[in-house]
Every structure is written in structure tokens, then in C-alpha cells.
């Protein structure tokens, strides 16, 4: 897994990340607002949402793309004959359109996939990233997107200027129109009633006498002061306090009461705030409060009160100069009726003129800002080309490949034990079969330092009798029981074939010879007699059948070892229907072998296929059971050991042949090999 992940992390491109930024300006008043949840966030957060897919939308992808020109990039989509620069001569004069705008779509596709916006935080700073092979390309992208939004934005507003100036222009053409219409209408309309004056007089003031010019100011004071009155009257009705009577307001004893009554009014109100209504304080500034009101209401009611009076002298004057009125009432009146009709014109002609000149002020207006148009955004931050990529980030590939590669070891170490089915330790035998554990033998290659180079087990006791193969040989035959002085008759089996026994069965014997005790090896696997093979490959006759039948005698049907003092009675396989080996004849041998030799190890066929290994065991002192380490199954081994004990036959144990003593040791399993390395001095291997 972590050569895999370091060869894809290898071949994936590298790619590098440019990032620029936007600041938005707001548009709103109120720069920051509260939301439902109680977060203080931007008030114009619909700005930056059309900022964001402003910059994601197609038109702006496709001038970027059109401005850097990106379609000639084979990453953005280009083929890689498009990155030849042909002569000017072989360019074709016109590229068909379709052509043209499938490139650029097809690179503007490729550039949106490649450009991500977002804004940052609850800010108005957006950022602009841009992916690309090349550092360079990847910065000239995120500064493009980010210019190109704020050209896009000064061009709409352009536009929206000129628009309105367009717009402004010609309502204040239309309005000066109407202004010099109005404008006419009224001096039209003064000429045909006679309201032009020659320095203010019309035709009928300049007949009225000097006494109707003193009754008209007469009648235009008492108006005045009966207006006066009114105001006065009609404020007070309001509930205003006479605050806006003009008598008042010119009144400097009026001026300084307010400025009183301001100034306690303030003082009420922080006293109030700082100590409450009940305060001593408190209670005396609103007792001065109330006494400065009361003050001003008694001025205000001078000052109307004298208003009352102004109204009755001009009352009293114009009474005598009532009867001189009469003779001017007609002229008057018409006058009078006129004059409505003069003001109505006047009203409209300053009406238009006003207008006119507002909509003239904002056209000026409007040009300047179409001269100089502002953006809503700035560039907070320009993109630079990156040193390093972004894309593949090597930690946290080496990372996840070292996570995924321990997951996946986990798990596979987890499944193969689960399915497992092998003996392979001690706890295998002791808790999984309930039989006893009588040592392990390892593989030659494993127990020594170096290569055996194609010496065969049996031989390599006898070279190397203080070796840690050899050792556990002597292991084994010291748990058995084969070290004392009393004799002893051990068969060796196996469940299924080739699993060792008969390389265990002549190594336990050679090195129990090399200990000075009289040992013989009885071939009885008649049908493979390895043991024969490889310890006598030179017999001319058959040992076993002939020492059963009592055809020859014992001794000369042992054949002696030529490496040690073990004998070995061989055996050619059945060589007719009368050469089995029967329970009466086998005992015979056995007893006459037991006053001969120390130790009898028989090498008998797997114990599962041939029924002749139960007769051995039976009459056996003990039978042994070899077992392949990791290869034989345990449904085999139960079934050898159930055959063996319905068979009565005395089990001496289960052992483990041919283990691999460096993975035994670095499973951590808890047996003698598994602390091999701290005894390699004992050994001479």
C-alpha cells in the first residue's frame, strides 16, 4: 500500500493555487446588522452574494478566458498541436466560428472547474483561487477574475450614468420650455387686467386719491395685526405654548426663558437618570423646571395681550377711514379678483422655475460622476505565483498511505486468522486439540546462520551435534523420556503424508545413537520407507517382512548406519499378499528388539491412510505425533488423536516439525524459539 500510494503520488500532476482577494464596498447605511440568531454580520450581504456569482458566471469566466487566452493551454482544454506556433504564412486567414467558441467554451468550462470563490468570514473580503500547472498562469487567473469583476462593475456603472445624465438632460430641456411658457402666461395675464404697474401702480390705484392708499394700509395693518393674532391664538390652541408666535421669538426676554428652560429640562433629565424620580435633587430641578414655564407662559401672555391691543388701534383706524372707501369698492374688488388669478400664475411660474433648475443642477451633477466612475470593489490583495503546490500535498498522502497501508495490513492479518485452520503454536495443541505439547523442529535453512547447502537433516546431526537443530532433537527425546538408562519403544506418526515424521524419526535416532545408547530405526511405512531411502539406498534385501516371518535371522536383517552406531531395519515395500505386518508377529518383534536395544523408534506410515500405524502404536510405551507447523489442519490432528485413543494407545504428545523459528519468534509466540536470539552463542550452528 505505501509503494502504491508513493507511485500515484508520483505520476499525479502537480498543480499549484493562486489566491487573490476583493474588498466590497457596502452600499447600505448601517455597515453591520444582528440576525435572527444574534450575530453581528455585514448589513449587505445580498453585495457579496452577486459578487460571488458574478465572478462564477459564465460571461466573466469566458473574457478571462479570451483576454489570457486560456483555450491555447492543452490543461484548459487546448490539443497539443495548438501549442505549435506556425508561420504567419501557414495560419489560416479566419478561423471558423463555431470552431473558435467551442475552444473558449470549453476552456471557460475548464477554468470554472479550476476557480473557486468564497467569501471570508462574515466580512466583505471575498477571495479568488485559481488551480493551474503552471504558478505563474494560476496567479495571472486570480488577478484576471478579480480585475475583470471590477472593469465589469465600472462599466455598469458607466452606463448607469450615462443613462441618467442622457435622461436628465432632456427633462431639463422640456422644463425650460415650460418655464418660459408659464413665464408668459403671467405677464399676459397681468397686461390684460391691468395689474402692470409703472413702478407698482396699476391703472386703478393710480385714480384712487391719497385716501384709499391710507385705507389700504390701514386694511393691510389690521390684516397684520389680526394675523399676528390669530397665529398667536391658533398656536396656543395647538398646544404649542405660543413657541412660535413672532412676538415672541423676537423677544429677548423669550429668548433668555427658553434658554432657561432648556438648560433645566437637561438638568432634570440627568439628574433623573443617575439618581431617580424620588431624588432631592430631582424634585428641586423639576420645581425649577416648573417655574421657568410658568415664567414663560406669563410673558407669552403679555406678549398676546398686547397683540389684542395692536389689533384694536388698527381696528380704530381703519373705522375712520371707512367712509372714504366707498368711493373705490368697484375698482377694488375687481382688483382684488384679479389678483387671485395673478398669484395662481406666479405660484406655477416659480413652481416650473424651480424644477427646472433642480433637474439642471442634478444634470451637471451627473456628468462629473460619469467622468469619473467609482468601483464598488478594490483589490485588498494581489495573487503571487506560489513556491510550492498545492495539489499533491505529499504529507497528507504519506499520511493516509501509512493509515490505509496499517488498515489494510489489520485487516488482512485479521481475516487470515480468522481462517486459519493450522496447527502453528502451543496454544494450538494445549487449548484448540486438549493434547499435550511435546516440542517444535525446526527447518534446517531457519536454525542455522547460514545456507546447509543441500545437506539433508539426518546428516547434518552428525556434522553438527551442538547445533540448535540438533538441540532440539535431544529436546524431544528428553521429553519422551529416551534419556534414561530404561528401554523404551516410541512410535513416531503423522496424520497426513509429508509432514516430517520420517526426517524426525531418523534425526531423533541418529542423535540418540551419538549418545551412547544402543538405538534402532524400524522402517514400518512399507509403502514410501523413506526411511530406508535415504538411510540405506544401497539394500539388496527386505529387513522387516523377512525379521517378522522369522525367515532370517534378526541380526541379519539390521542393516548398521554408516554416519553413527544406529541400526536400521529397512524394508523394500510388500513384495507379495503374505508381507503385511500382523499384531501377533509385530509383538514378537518388539520383545526380542526391547532385550536387544535401548531405544526402538519406529517410523510408521500417517496414521489417517494405514491401519498397520494403530497396531504399532498399540503395542508401543508411547506413540508421538508430528504435525506440519501451519499446513496441518485441525479437524487432521483430532481425528489422529481420537483413532490413537480409541485404538489404546499411549499418546506421548503432538509435535511441531519443519517451523520457521525467525516468523515464529517475530509472532511474538511465547516458546523456547522465541528467545532463539539471546542463546545464539550456545549453539554452534
Not at 540448535?468 to 506418526?493: D, Q
Request: aromatic share 4%; glycine share 6%; with cysteine.
Amino acid at each position: 500500500m505505501l509503494a502504491l500510494a508513493a507511485l500515484i503520488i508520483g505520476l499525479l500532476p502537480r498543480t499549484y493555487t493562486a489566491t487573490s482577494a476583493l474588498l466590497l464596498e457596502p452600499r447600505e447605511a448601517q455597515p453591520v446588522k444582528v440576525n435572527d440568531r444574534g450575530f453581528v454580520a455585514p448589513a449587505d450581504d445580498n453585495l457579496i452574494d452577486t459578487a460571488v456569482q458574478i465572478i462564477r458566471s459564465p460571461t466573466l469566466t469566458l473574457d478571462v478566458v479570451k483576454r489570457l487566452k486560456l483555450d491555447r493551454i492543452p490543461e484548459f482544454g487546448a490539443s497539443e498541436e495548438g501549442q505549435v506556433d506556425l508561420p504567419q504564412s501557414a495560419k489560416p486567414r479566419m478561423k471558423p466560428a463555431g470552431t473558435m467558441n467551442s475552444a473558449e467554451g470549453r476552456a471557460a468550462r475548464a477554468l470554472l472547474a479550476r476557480s473557486y470563490v468564497r467569501r471570508v468570514g462574515i466580512t466583505y473580503l471575498v477571495e479568488i483561487s485559481a488551480v493551474s500547472r503552471d504558478p505563474q498562469v494560476a496567479a495571472r487567473i486570480a488577478n484576471a477574475l478579480a480585475q475583470r469583476y471590477i472593469d465589469l462593475d465600472t462599466a455598469q456603472k458607466r452606463n448607469r450614468n450615462v443613462e441618467s445624465a442622457r435622461y436628465v438632460q432632456g427633462k431639463a430641456t422640456d422644463l425650460r420650455k415650460q418655464a418660459v411658457t408659464d413665464d408668459a402666461a403671467l405677464q399676459s395675464y397681468m397686461i390684460r387686467h391691468n395689474l402692470m404697474s409703472a413702478e407698482g401702480a396699476t391703472m386703478a390705484e393710480q385714480e384712487v386719491s391719497e385716501l384709499n392708499r391710507q385705507i389700504a394700509d390701514a386694511q393691510a395693518q389690521l390684516a397684520e395685526q389680526r394675523g399676528k393674532l390669530n397665529a398667536a391664538k391658533s398656536q396656543i390652541a395647538r398646544g404649542g405654548g405660543g413657541a412660535d408666535i413672532g412676538s415672541a421669538l423676537a423677544s429677548e426676554t423669550i429668548r433668555q426663558l427658553r434658554q432657561q428652560e432648556a438648560q433645566a429640562s437637561a438638568r432634570l433629565a440627568q439628574l433623573d437618570a443617575r439618581y431617580g424620580s424620588l431624588h432631592p435633587e430631582v424634585i428641586q430641578a423639576r420645581d425649577e423646571l416648573a417655574d421657568v414655564r410658568q415664567q414663560l407662559t406669563a410673558e407669552l401672555s403679555r406678549i398676546v395681550s398686547g397683540l389684542r391691543g395692536d389689533v384694536q388701534i388698527a381696528e380704530s383706524r381703519l373705522g375712520s377711514l371707512l367712509s372714504s372707501r366707498s368711493l373705490a369698492k368697484g375698482s377694488l374688488s375687481q382688483n382684488g379678483s384679479a389678483q387671485v388669478g395673478r398669484l395662481e400664475l406666479e405660484r406655477r411660474a416659480e413652481a416650473s422655475r424651480a424644477i427646472y433648475n433642480a433637474y439642471l443642477t442634478r444634470a451637471k451633477e451627473t456628468a462629473q460622476i460619469g467622468e469619473l466612475p467609482n468601483a464598488d470593489a478594490s483589490i485588498a490583495s494581489v495573487a503571487n505565483a506560489p513556491d510550492s503546490p498545492s495539489s499533491p500535498n505529499y504529507l497528507v498522502g504519506a499520511l493516509a498511505a501509512l493509515v490505509t497501508a496499517a488498515l489494510v495490513a489489520g485487516f488482512a492479518t485479521g481475516i487470515a486468522e480468522y481462517l486459519e485452520n493450522t496447527v502453528g503454536t502451543r496454544g494450538d495443541i494445549e487449548d484448540g486439540l486438549g493434547a499435550i505439547y511435546a516440542g517444535a523442529i525446526p527447518t534446517l535453512d531457519s536454525a542455522t546462520r547460514s545456507k546447509a547447502g543441500g545437506m539433508s537433516p539426518q546428516d547434518y546431526v552428525t556434522i553438527r551435534p551442538m547445533s540448535l537443530f540438533t538441540e532440539s532433537l535431544r529436546n524431544l527425546g528428553t521429553y519422551l523420556g529416551l534419556s534414561g538408562n530404561s528401554s523404551a519403544v516410541v512410535t513416531i506418526t503423522s496424520p497426513l503424508p509429508r509432514e516430517g515424521k520420517s526426517t524426525t524419526s531418523m534425526c531423533l535416532a541418529r542423535t540418540l545413537a551419538m549418545g551412547k545408547r544402543s538405538v534402532v530405526l524400524v522402517d514400518a511405512d512399507v509403502r514410501h520407507h523413506s526411511s530406508s531411502d535415504a538411510l540405506a539406498p544401497d539394500r539388496k534385501r527386505e529387513g522387516l517382512f523377512r525379521a517378522l516371518d522369522l525367515s532370517i535371522p534378526l541380526e541379519e536383517a539390521l542393516t548398521a548406519d554408516n554416519r553413527t552406531d544406529l541400526k536400521i531395519l529397512t524394508t523394500l515395500g510388500q513384495t507379495g499378499p503374505d508381507d503385511i505386518i500382523t499384531e501377533r508377529s509385530m509383538a514378537t518383534l518388539i520383545a526380542e528388539l526391547r532385550q536387544r536395544f535401548d531405544i526402538v523408534i519406529i517410523d510408521s506410515a500417517p496414521v489417517l491412510g494405514v491401519a498397520e500405524t494403530r497396531i504399532v502404536s498399540r503395542l508401543s510405551d508411547t506413540t508421538l505425533i508430528v504435525a506440519r507447523w501451519r499446513t496441518t489442519p485441525f479437524k487432521a490432528v483430532r481425528t489422529a488423536l481420537d483413532l490413537l485413543s480409541h485404538n489404546n494407545s499411549k499418546i506421548g504428545g503432538v509435535a511441531l516439525s519443519m517451523v520457521n523459528i525467525k516468523e515464529y519468534a517475530s509472532a511474538g509466540l511465547t516458546d523456547a524459539f522465541g528467545y532463539y536470539k539471546k542463546f545464539k552463542g550456545y549453539y554452534a550452528n
